[in-house]
Protein backbone atom coordinates (compact mmCIF):
# COMPACT_ATOMS: atom_id res chain seq x y z
CA UNK A 1 0.00 0.00 0.00
CA UNK A 2 3.14 2.59 0.97
CA UNK A 3 4.37 1.61 -2.86
CA UNK A 4 0.98 2.55 -4.06
CA UNK A 5 0.62 5.90 -2.44
CA UNK A 6 4.41 6.52 -2.88
CA UNK A 7 3.65 5.94 -6.94
CA UNK A 8 0.28 8.37 -6.57
CA UNK A 9 2.72 10.71 -5.71
CA UNK A 10 4.79 10.41 -8.21
CA UNK A 11 1.70 11.13 -10.91
CA UNK A 12 0.30 13.74 -9.00
CA UNK A 13 3.46 15.75 -9.14
CA UNK A 14 3.30 14.97 -13.22
CA UNK A 15 -0.51 15.30 -13.44
CA UNK A 16 -0.61 18.89 -11.16
CA UNK A 17 2.23 20.19 -13.47
CA UNK A 18 0.34 23.50 -15.70
CA UNK A 19 1.48 21.70 -18.54
CA UNK A 20 -0.41 18.16 -18.58
CA UNK A 21 -3.44 20.51 -16.17
CA UNK A 22 -3.68 22.39 -19.07
CA UNK A 23 -4.10 19.19 -21.37
CA UNK A 24 -6.53 17.66 -18.73
CA UNK A 25 -8.66 20.86 -19.29
CA UNK A 26 -8.95 21.08 -22.78
CA UNK A 27 -9.76 17.30 -22.99
CA UNK A 28 -12.65 17.74 -20.96
CA UNK A 29 -14.43 20.50 -22.34
CA UNK A 30 -13.67 19.17 -25.98
CA UNK A 31 -15.04 16.05 -24.59
CA UNK A 32 -17.94 17.10 -22.97
CA UNK A 33 -18.98 19.56 -25.78
CA UNK A 34 -18.99 16.08 -28.05
CA UNK A 35 -20.82 14.47 -25.77
CA UNK A 36 -23.39 17.22 -25.78
CA UNK A 37 -23.50 17.10 -29.82
CA UNK A 38 -26.05 14.35 -30.98
CA UNK A 39 -24.34 11.53 -32.67
CA UNK A 40 -20.78 12.69 -32.81
CA UNK A 41 -19.72 10.76 -29.32
CA UNK A 42 -16.33 9.82 -27.79
CA UNK A 43 -15.07 7.49 -30.34
CA UNK A 44 -15.52 10.08 -33.36
CA UNK A 45 -14.10 12.91 -31.15
CA UNK A 46 -10.81 10.87 -30.03
CA UNK A 47 -10.47 9.59 -33.58
CA UNK A 48 -10.43 13.40 -34.43
CA UNK A 49 -7.94 15.06 -32.77
CA UNK A 50 -5.60 12.13 -32.80
CA UNK A 51 -3.66 13.93 -35.00
CA UNK A 52 -3.44 17.25 -33.14
CA UNK A 53 -1.29 15.00 -30.33
CA UNK A 54 1.53 13.87 -32.29
CA UNK A 55 3.66 16.81 -31.37
CA UNK A 56 3.19 16.31 -28.26
CA UNK A 57 5.13 13.73 -25.59
CA UNK A 58 2.62 10.89 -24.46
CA UNK A 59 2.37 11.75 -21.06
CA UNK A 60 0.14 15.14 -22.52
CA UNK A 61 -1.48 12.76 -25.80
CA UNK A 62 -3.19 10.32 -23.47
CA UNK A 63 -4.13 12.45 -20.76
CA UNK A 64 -5.86 14.77 -23.40
CA UNK A 65 -7.74 11.74 -24.94
CA UNK A 66 -8.90 10.06 -21.80
CA UNK A 67 -10.25 13.38 -21.24
CA UNK A 68 -12.36 13.53 -24.02
CA UNK A 69 -13.93 9.84 -23.71
CA UNK A 70 -14.61 10.71 -19.53
CA UNK A 71 -15.65 14.09 -20.70
CA UNK A 72 -18.60 12.73 -23.61
CA UNK A 73 -19.56 10.48 -21.27
CA UNK A 74 -20.66 13.53 -19.01
CA UNK A 75 -21.66 15.87 -21.50
CA UNK A 76 -24.18 13.36 -23.51
CA UNK A 77 -26.37 13.46 -20.20
CA UNK A 78 -27.05 17.07 -20.92
CA UNK A 79 -29.17 16.66 -24.30
CA UNK A 80 -30.52 13.15 -23.00
CA UNK A 81 -32.26 15.36 -20.01
CA UNK A 82 -32.73 18.66 -21.68
CA UNK A 83 -34.19 17.46 -24.97
CA UNK A 84 -34.25 13.44 -24.69
CA UNK A 85 -31.98 13.31 -27.97
CA UNK A 86 -28.85 10.85 -26.55
CA UNK A 87 -25.80 12.63 -27.47
CA UNK A 88 -23.84 9.56 -27.16
CA UNK A 89 -24.98 5.66 -26.86
CA UNK A 90 -24.56 5.59 -23.51
CA UNK A 91 -26.50 7.83 -22.63
CA UNK A 92 -29.83 6.51 -24.08
CA UNK A 93 -31.44 5.42 -20.55
CA UNK A 94 -30.63 8.75 -19.18
CA UNK A 95 -33.11 10.29 -21.63
CA UNK A 96 -36.08 7.83 -20.23
CA UNK A 97 -36.23 9.34 -16.73
CA UNK A 98 -34.30 12.71 -16.76
CA UNK A 99 -36.41 14.00 -19.58
CA UNK A 100 -39.57 13.51 -17.46
CA UNK A 101 -37.57 15.26 -15.02
CA UNK A 102 -36.95 18.11 -16.82
CA UNK A 103 -40.83 17.99 -18.47
CA UNK A 104 -41.69 18.26 -14.59
CA UNK A 105 -39.36 21.40 -13.92
CA UNK A 106 -36.69 19.44 -12.66
CA UNK A 107 -34.01 19.99 -15.36
CA UNK A 108 -31.41 21.15 -12.95
CA UNK A 109 -31.69 19.35 -10.23
CA UNK A 110 -31.37 16.07 -12.73
CA UNK A 111 -28.39 17.76 -14.40
CA UNK A 112 -26.62 18.18 -11.06
CA UNK A 113 -27.67 14.72 -9.63
CA UNK A 114 -25.61 13.76 -13.53
CA UNK A 115 -22.91 15.62 -12.59
CA UNK A 116 -22.33 14.79 -9.23
CA UNK A 117 -22.88 11.43 -9.75
CA UNK A 118 -20.57 10.82 -12.82
CA UNK A 119 -18.20 12.46 -10.24
CA UNK A 120 -18.30 10.38 -7.16
CA UNK A 121 -18.16 7.23 -10.10
CA UNK A 122 -15.42 8.47 -11.88
CA UNK A 123 -13.43 9.10 -8.68
CA UNK A 124 -14.22 5.56 -6.90
CA UNK A 125 -13.63 3.65 -10.01
CA UNK A 126 -10.26 5.45 -10.79
CA UNK A 127 -9.21 3.68 -7.11
CA UNK A 128 -10.75 0.76 -8.43
CA UNK A 129 -8.83 0.78 -11.03
CA UNK A 130 -5.70 1.36 -9.02
CA UNK A 131 -6.40 -1.30 -6.36
CA UNK A 132 -8.13 -3.62 -8.73
CA UNK A 133 -6.46 -3.88 -12.23
CA UNK A 134 -4.35 -6.95 -12.21
CA UNK A 135 -6.51 -9.72 -10.09
CA UNK A 136 -9.72 -8.17 -12.43
CA UNK A 137 -7.80 -8.30 -15.64
CA UNK A 138 -6.56 -11.99 -14.77
CA UNK A 139 -10.41 -13.00 -13.91
CA UNK A 140 -11.70 -11.43 -17.35
CA UNK A 141 -8.85 -13.55 -19.08
CA UNK A 142 -10.69 -16.32 -18.27
CA UNK A 143 -13.55 -15.89 -20.71
CA UNK A 144 -13.70 -17.75 -23.90
CA UNK A 145 -16.17 -17.24 -26.50
CA UNK A 146 -19.10 -19.88 -24.82
CA UNK A 147 -18.43 -17.48 -21.81
CA UNK A 148 -19.01 -14.12 -23.89
CA UNK A 149 -22.13 -15.74 -25.62
CA UNK A 150 -23.39 -17.50 -22.83
CA UNK A 151 -22.80 -13.76 -20.62
CA UNK A 152 -24.07 -11.49 -23.90
CA UNK A 153 -27.58 -13.88 -24.05
CA UNK A 154 -27.56 -13.39 -19.93
CA UNK A 155 -27.03 -9.52 -20.87
CA UNK A 156 -30.53 -9.46 -23.01
CA UNK A 157 -32.43 -11.91 -20.61
CA UNK A 158 -31.83 -9.32 -17.80
CA UNK A 159 -32.98 -6.47 -19.46
CA UNK A 160 -36.07 -8.03 -20.95
CA UNK A 161 -36.79 -9.50 -17.11
CA UNK A 162 -36.17 -6.33 -15.56
CA UNK A 163 -38.55 -3.97 -17.86
CA UNK A 164 -41.78 -3.15 -17.21
CA UNK A 165 -44.52 -5.15 -18.98
CA UNK A 166 -44.67 -7.95 -21.16
CA UNK A 167 -41.39 -9.66 -21.12
CA UNK A 168 -42.35 -11.31 -24.50
CA UNK A 169 -42.34 -8.22 -25.80
CA UNK A 170 -39.39 -6.44 -24.58
CA UNK A 171 -37.61 -10.03 -25.98
CA UNK A 172 -39.64 -9.28 -29.48
CA UNK A 173 -38.23 -5.96 -29.52
CA UNK A 174 -34.37 -7.79 -28.87
CA UNK A 175 -34.76 -9.93 -31.21
CA UNK A 176 -35.64 -7.05 -33.94
CA UNK A 177 -32.72 -5.23 -32.78
CA UNK A 178 -30.40 -8.55 -33.10
CA UNK A 179 -31.77 -9.00 -36.58
CA UNK A 180 -30.69 -5.43 -37.50
CA UNK A 181 -27.53 -5.70 -35.95
CA UNK A 182 -27.23 -8.80 -38.67
CA UNK A 183 -26.65 -6.64 -41.56
CA UNK A 184 -23.21 -5.81 -43.02
CA UNK A 185 -20.59 -7.50 -43.76
CA UNK A 186 -19.92 -11.31 -42.09
CA UNK A 187 -17.23 -11.28 -39.83
CA UNK A 188 -15.82 -14.52 -40.34
CA UNK A 189 -16.68 -15.05 -44.01
CA UNK A 190 -16.49 -10.98 -45.66
CA UNK A 191 -19.97 -11.96 -46.78
CA UNK A 192 -22.41 -8.94 -47.90
CA UNK A 193 -25.69 -9.72 -45.80
CA UNK A 194 -28.78 -7.85 -46.64
CA UNK A 195 -27.01 -4.54 -47.60
CA UNK A 196 -29.28 -5.24 -51.46
CA UNK A 197 -26.30 -3.09 -53.11
CA UNK A 198 -25.82 -0.43 -50.49
CA UNK A 199 -22.16 -0.35 -50.13
CA UNK A 200 -22.74 2.15 -46.90
CA UNK A 201 -24.37 -0.64 -45.18
CA UNK A 202 -20.96 -2.87 -45.32
CA UNK A 203 -20.49 -1.60 -41.84
CA UNK A 204 -23.85 -2.90 -40.55
CA UNK A 205 -26.27 -0.16 -39.38
CA UNK A 206 -24.90 2.35 -37.02
CA UNK A 207 -25.44 2.42 -33.30
CA UNK A 208 -25.96 6.47 -33.25
CA UNK A 209 -28.55 6.94 -36.37
CA UNK A 210 -30.91 4.60 -34.57
CA UNK A 211 -30.50 5.69 -31.49
CA UNK A 212 -31.17 9.31 -32.41
CA UNK A 213 -33.99 7.96 -34.50
CA UNK A 214 -35.64 5.94 -31.85
CA UNK A 215 -35.56 8.21 -29.13
CA UNK A 216 -34.80 11.84 -30.81
CA UNK A 217 -37.31 11.77 -33.48
CA UNK A 218 -39.81 9.70 -32.28
CA UNK A 219 -40.02 12.29 -29.67
CA UNK A 220 -40.52 14.92 -31.79
CA UNK A 221 -42.77 13.26 -33.94
CA UNK A 222 -44.91 12.51 -31.00
CA UNK A 223 -44.49 15.91 -29.83
CA UNK A 224 -45.99 17.09 -32.92
CA UNK A 225 -48.96 14.70 -33.16
CA UNK A 226 -50.48 16.16 -29.46
CA UNK A 227 -53.23 18.14 -29.86
CA UNK A 228 -52.32 21.04 -27.82
CA UNK A 229 -48.50 22.13 -28.07
CA UNK A 230 -46.34 21.38 -24.79
CA UNK A 231 -46.48 24.48 -22.70
CA UNK A 232 -42.63 26.14 -22.49
CA UNK A 233 -40.73 25.07 -19.36
CA UNK A 234 -39.20 28.31 -17.82
CA UNK A 235 -37.12 27.10 -14.77
CA UNK A 236 -36.70 29.05 -11.57
CA UNK A 237 -33.12 29.25 -10.20
CA UNK A 238 -34.56 28.26 -7.13
CA UNK A 239 -34.97 24.83 -8.92
CA UNK A 240 -31.93 24.20 -10.24
CA UNK A 241 -30.45 22.23 -7.00
CA UNK A 242 -31.90 18.71 -6.17
CA UNK A 243 -33.79 18.64 -2.85
CA UNK A 244 -32.62 16.55 -0.17
CA UNK A 245 -35.11 14.05 -1.07
CA UNK A 246 -33.63 14.06 -4.48
CA UNK A 247 -30.41 13.65 -2.69
CA UNK A 248 -30.75 10.76 -0.50
CA UNK A 249 -32.80 9.32 -3.62
CA UNK A 250 -29.94 9.36 -5.58
CA UNK A 251 -27.21 8.00 -2.89
CA UNK A 252 -27.52 4.26 -3.32
CA UNK A 253 -28.15 4.27 -7.39
CA UNK A 254 -25.28 6.25 -7.59
CA UNK A 255 -22.75 3.41 -5.38
CA UNK A 256 -24.59 0.65 -7.17
CA UNK A 257 -24.04 2.23 -10.52
CA UNK A 258 -20.67 2.34 -9.58
CA UNK A 259 -20.10 -1.09 -8.67
CA UNK A 260 -21.92 -1.97 -11.59
CA UNK A 261 -20.07 -0.13 -14.12
CA UNK A 262 -16.81 -0.79 -13.14
CA UNK A 263 -17.42 -4.47 -13.41
CA UNK A 264 -18.92 -4.24 -16.48
CA UNK A 265 -16.34 -2.03 -18.12
CA UNK A 266 -13.81 -4.53 -17.50
CA UNK A 267 -15.68 -7.06 -20.00
CA UNK A 268 -14.66 -6.82 -23.68
CA UNK A 269 -17.34 -4.89 -25.55
CA UNK A 270 -19.24 -1.96 -25.28
CA UNK A 271 -19.07 -2.01 -21.80
CA UNK A 272 -20.34 1.52 -20.99
CA UNK A 273 -23.79 1.57 -22.75
CA UNK A 274 -24.59 -2.07 -21.78
CA UNK A 275 -23.50 -0.72 -18.38
CA UNK A 276 -26.12 1.84 -18.26
CA UNK A 277 -28.99 -0.50 -19.10
CA UNK A 278 -28.12 -2.79 -16.63
CA UNK A 279 -27.94 -0.15 -13.91
CA UNK A 280 -31.23 1.00 -15.22
CA UNK A 281 -33.07 -2.23 -15.26
CA UNK A 282 -31.61 -3.02 -11.38
CA UNK A 283 -32.48 0.09 -10.03
CA UNK A 284 -35.93 -0.57 -11.40
CA UNK A 285 -35.93 -3.45 -9.94
CA UNK A 286 -34.55 -2.56 -6.36
CA UNK A 287 -37.35 0.68 -6.30
CA UNK A 288 -40.11 0.36 -4.32
CA UNK A 289 -42.00 2.46 -6.23
CA UNK A 290 -41.40 0.87 -10.32
CA UNK A 291 -43.85 3.28 -11.22
CA UNK A 292 -42.04 6.23 -11.18
CA UNK A 293 -39.87 5.22 -13.77
CA UNK A 294 -40.15 6.56 -16.80
CA UNK A 295 -41.61 9.23 -14.98
CA UNK A 296 -38.76 10.98 -13.90
CA UNK A 297 -37.77 8.87 -11.18
CA UNK A 298 -34.28 10.11 -9.85
CA UNK A 299 -32.46 6.75 -9.15
CA UNK A 300 -33.04 6.41 -13.31
CA UNK A 301 -31.00 9.21 -13.67
CA UNK A 302 -28.23 8.69 -11.11
CA UNK A 303 -27.59 5.25 -11.86
CA UNK A 304 -26.71 5.06 -15.83
CA UNK A 305 -25.19 8.26 -15.30
CA UNK A 306 -22.69 6.63 -12.52
CA UNK A 307 -22.42 3.32 -14.39
CA UNK A 308 -21.12 4.75 -17.48
CA UNK A 309 -18.58 7.00 -16.14
CA UNK A 310 -17.58 4.30 -13.93
CA UNK A 311 -17.64 1.67 -17.13
CA UNK A 312 -14.99 4.29 -18.75
CA UNK A 313 -12.06 3.41 -15.99
CA UNK A 314 -13.14 -0.40 -15.92
CA UNK A 315 -12.40 -0.67 -19.63
CA UNK A 316 -8.49 1.03 -18.84
CA UNK A 317 -8.20 -2.19 -16.87
CA UNK A 318 -7.42 -4.67 -19.77
CA UNK A 319 -5.89 -1.84 -21.80
CA UNK A 320 -3.05 -0.89 -19.45
CA UNK A 321 -2.65 -4.00 -17.54
CA UNK A 322 -2.85 -6.41 -20.18
CA UNK A 323 -2.15 -4.28 -23.62
CA UNK A 324 -6.24 -5.78 -24.65
CA UNK A 325 -8.67 -3.16 -25.82
CA UNK A 326 -11.65 -4.14 -24.16
CA UNK A 327 -13.75 -1.64 -26.69
CA UNK A 328 -13.21 0.37 -29.87
CA UNK A 329 -12.33 3.60 -27.98
CA UNK A 330 -9.86 1.42 -26.09
CA UNK A 331 -8.50 0.72 -28.74
CA UNK A 332 -7.87 4.14 -30.39
CA UNK A 333 -6.34 5.16 -27.24
CA UNK A 334 -3.99 2.31 -27.15
CA UNK A 335 -3.34 3.22 -31.18
CA UNK A 336 -1.97 6.61 -29.28
CA UNK A 337 0.06 5.31 -26.94
CA UNK A 338 1.87 3.12 -29.49
CA UNK A 339 2.13 6.45 -32.11
CA UNK A 340 4.19 8.03 -29.41
CA UNK A 341 6.49 4.99 -28.62
CA UNK A 342 4.87 3.30 -25.63
CA UNK A 343 3.54 -0.42 -25.65
CA UNK A 344 0.42 -0.87 -23.15
CA UNK A 345 0.56 -3.91 -21.30
CA UNK A 346 1.58 -5.79 -18.00
CA UNK A 347 5.61 -4.22 -18.38
CA UNK A 348 4.21 -0.79 -18.65
CA UNK A 349 4.04 -0.35 -14.70
CA UNK A 350 7.40 -1.01 -14.26
CA UNK A 351 8.81 0.25 -17.46
CA UNK A 352 6.77 3.95 -17.43
CA UNK A 353 5.64 4.56 -14.26
CA UNK A 354 6.18 7.84 -14.52
CA UNK A 355 3.13 7.66 -17.42
CA UNK A 356 1.06 5.12 -15.83
CA UNK A 357 0.47 6.82 -12.32
CA UNK A 358 0.37 10.33 -13.95
CA UNK A 359 -2.23 9.18 -16.29
CA UNK A 360 -4.01 7.56 -12.99
CA UNK A 361 -3.27 11.01 -11.40
CA UNK A 362 -4.80 13.27 -14.23
CA UNK A 363 -8.13 11.23 -14.15
CA UNK A 364 -8.82 11.99 -10.65
CA UNK A 365 -7.64 15.98 -11.85
CA UNK A 366 -10.46 15.70 -15.06
CA UNK A 367 -12.76 14.40 -12.63
CA UNK A 368 -12.71 17.48 -10.60
CA UNK A 369 -12.31 19.51 -13.97
CA UNK A 370 -15.51 18.36 -15.01
CA UNK A 371 -17.40 19.22 -11.85
CA UNK A 372 -15.75 22.39 -11.66
CA UNK A 373 -16.67 23.33 -15.36
CA UNK A 374 -20.53 21.42 -15.98
CA UNK A 375 -22.04 22.40 -12.30
CA UNK A 376 -21.95 26.57 -12.82
CA UNK A 377 -22.88 25.62 -16.30
CA UNK A 378 -26.21 23.57 -14.82
CA UNK A 379 -28.33 26.96 -15.29
CA UNK A 380 -26.84 27.77 -18.95
CA UNK A 381 -27.76 24.55 -20.32
CA UNK A 382 -31.53 24.27 -18.70
CA UNK A 383 -32.36 27.76 -20.40
CA UNK A 384 -32.56 25.81 -23.69
CA UNK A 385 -35.89 25.08 -22.00
CA UNK A 386 -36.76 27.98 -22.35
CA UNK A 387 -36.63 28.61 -26.46
CA UNK A 388 -40.52 27.86 -27.57
CA UNK A 389 -41.15 23.96 -29.16
CA UNK A 390 -41.88 25.70 -32.50
CA UNK A 391 -38.46 26.70 -32.94
CA UNK A 392 -36.42 24.77 -30.68
CA UNK A 393 -37.77 21.01 -32.43
CA UNK A 394 -36.87 22.07 -35.83
CA UNK A 395 -33.50 23.46 -34.77
CA UNK A 396 -33.09 19.95 -32.98
CA UNK A 397 -33.88 18.19 -36.20
CA UNK A 398 -31.67 20.07 -38.17
CA UNK A 399 -29.07 19.57 -35.59
CA UNK A 400 -29.62 15.86 -35.55
CA UNK A 401 -29.34 15.83 -39.56
CA UNK A 402 -26.13 17.40 -39.15
CA UNK A 403 -24.79 15.38 -35.94
CA UNK A 404 -25.57 12.01 -37.74
CA UNK A 405 -23.94 12.66 -40.99
CA UNK A 406 -20.78 14.24 -39.59
CA UNK A 407 -20.37 10.69 -38.02
CA UNK A 408 -19.01 9.05 -41.64
CA UNK A 409 -20.22 11.91 -43.87
CA UNK A 410 -22.81 9.53 -45.35
CA UNK A 411 -26.66 10.31 -46.44
CA UNK A 412 -27.45 6.66 -45.52
CA UNK A 413 -27.20 7.58 -42.17
CA UNK A 414 -29.76 10.31 -42.63
CA UNK A 415 -32.05 7.68 -44.60
CA UNK A 416 -31.58 5.33 -41.18
CA UNK A 417 -32.36 7.51 -38.34
CA UNK A 418 -35.51 9.08 -40.44
CA UNK A 419 -36.70 5.28 -40.99
CA UNK A 420 -36.06 4.61 -37.13
CA UNK A 421 -37.27 7.63 -36.00
CA UNK A 422 -40.58 6.65 -37.97
CA UNK A 423 -40.36 3.02 -36.62
CA UNK A 424 -40.46 4.38 -32.95
CA UNK A 425 -43.20 6.55 -32.85
CA UNK A 426 -45.27 3.58 -34.16
CA UNK A 427 -43.64 1.58 -31.38
CA UNK A 428 -44.50 3.92 -28.88
CA UNK A 429 -48.12 3.90 -30.34
CA UNK A 430 -48.38 0.66 -29.41
CA UNK A 431 -46.83 0.51 -26.32
CA UNK A 432 -43.30 -1.21 -27.16
CA UNK A 433 -39.97 0.05 -25.18
CA UNK A 434 -37.52 0.84 -27.67
CA UNK A 435 -34.67 0.16 -25.29
CA UNK A 436 -33.85 -3.22 -26.29
CA UNK A 437 -33.74 -2.74 -29.59
CA UNK A 438 -30.74 -0.63 -29.56
CA UNK A 439 -28.99 -2.57 -27.25
CA UNK A 440 -29.97 -5.74 -29.82
CA UNK A 441 -28.31 -3.51 -32.50
CA UNK A 442 -25.05 -2.99 -30.38
CA UNK A 443 -24.55 -6.83 -28.94
CA UNK A 444 -25.47 -8.44 -32.34
CA UNK A 445 -21.86 -8.86 -33.79
CA UNK A 446 -20.75 -9.83 -30.12
CA UNK A 447 -23.06 -12.73 -29.62
CA UNK A 448 -23.01 -13.87 -33.09
CA UNK A 449 -19.05 -14.11 -33.37
CA UNK A 450 -18.68 -15.43 -29.87
CA UNK A 451 -21.05 -18.07 -30.96
CA UNK A 452 -19.70 -19.28 -34.00
CA UNK A 453 -15.97 -18.82 -32.73
CA UNK A 454 -17.91 -21.66 -29.66
CA UNK A 455 -18.73 -23.71 -32.78
CA UNK A 456 -16.04 -23.97 -34.34
CA UNK A 457 -13.89 -25.04 -31.01
CA UNK A 458 -16.25 -27.82 -30.40
CA UNK A 459 -16.95 -29.19 -33.82
CA UNK A 460 -20.45 -27.80 -33.76
CA UNK A 461 -21.61 -29.24 -30.86
CA UNK A 462 -23.64 -26.81 -28.63
CA UNK A 463 -22.76 -28.88 -25.68
CA UNK A 464 -19.64 -26.86 -25.29
CA UNK A 465 -22.14 -23.94 -23.49
CA UNK A 466 -22.86 -25.94 -20.69
CA UNK A 467 -19.39 -28.25 -20.14
CA UNK A 468 -17.65 -25.08 -19.21
CA UNK A 469 -18.71 -24.21 -15.67
CA UNK A 470 -18.98 -20.29 -16.18
CA UNK A 471 -21.07 -20.37 -19.18
CA UNK A 472 -23.19 -23.22 -17.74
CA UNK A 473 -23.74 -20.76 -14.73
CA UNK A 474 -24.82 -18.11 -16.94
CA UNK A 475 -27.08 -19.38 -18.83
CA UNK A 476 -28.56 -21.49 -15.73
CA UNK A 477 -29.27 -17.56 -14.53
CA UNK A 478 -30.67 -16.69 -17.32
CA UNK A 479 -33.15 -20.15 -17.88
CA UNK A 480 -33.97 -19.25 -13.79
CA UNK A 481 -35.33 -15.44 -15.04
CA UNK A 482 -37.28 -17.24 -17.66
CA UNK A 483 -38.86 -19.43 -15.59
CA UNK A 484 -39.51 -16.78 -12.87
CA UNK A 485 -41.34 -14.89 -15.69
CA UNK A 486 -43.51 -17.77 -16.47
CA UNK A 487 -44.34 -18.21 -12.97
CA UNK A 488 -47.26 -15.78 -12.99
CA UNK A 489 -48.89 -17.86 -15.87
CA UNK A 490 -48.54 -20.95 -13.49
CA UNK A 491 -50.19 -19.33 -10.43
CA UNK A 492 -52.76 -16.82 -12.92
CA UNK A 493 -51.32 -14.07 -10.63
CA UNK A 494 -49.77 -10.55 -11.54
CA UNK A 495 -46.01 -10.18 -10.94
CA UNK A 496 -44.62 -7.03 -10.47
CA UNK A 497 -43.95 -6.68 -13.95
CA UNK A 498 -47.57 -7.14 -14.67
CA UNK A 499 -48.42 -4.56 -11.69
CA UNK A 500 -45.65 -2.06 -13.12
CA UNK A 501 -47.54 -1.86 -16.56
CA UNK A 502 -50.72 -1.37 -14.97
CA UNK A 503 -49.25 1.40 -12.88
CA UNK A 504 -47.66 3.24 -15.63
CA UNK A 505 -51.47 3.07 -17.46
CA UNK A 506 -52.77 4.30 -14.58
CA UNK A 507 -55.07 1.31 -14.09
CA UNK A 508 -52.78 -0.46 -11.02
CA UNK A 509 -53.97 0.30 -7.08
Request: with cysteine; proline share 6%; net charge neutral.
Amino acid sequence: MIDTLQNLYLGFTIALSPAVLFYAFVGCLVGTVVGVLPGVGPLAGISLLLPATFGLDATRAIVMLAGIYYGAMYGGSTTSILMRIPGETASVMTCIDGYAMARKGRAGAALAIAAVGSYVAGTLSVVALMVMAPPLASFALRFGPPEYAALLVLGLLVLAYMSGGSMLKALAMAALGLLLGMIGIDQMTGYFRFAYGIVELGDGLGVVPVAVGLFGLAEILATAGLPAPPAVIKPRLRELLPTRQEWRDSAMPIGRGTVLGFLIGIIPGSAHVISTFVSYAVERRLSKHPEEFGRGAVAGVAGPESANNSATSGAFVPMLALGVPSGAIPAVLMAAMMVHGVAPGPLLITQQPALFWGFIASMYVGNVVLLILNLPLVGLFVNILRVPYPILYPSILIFCILGVYAVNSSPVDVWIMLVMGALGYLLRKFDFETAPIVLGVVLAPMIELSLRQSLAMSDGHYAIFVERPIAATLLAVGLLLVLLSLRSLLTRTLDWRARLALAEKGEGS
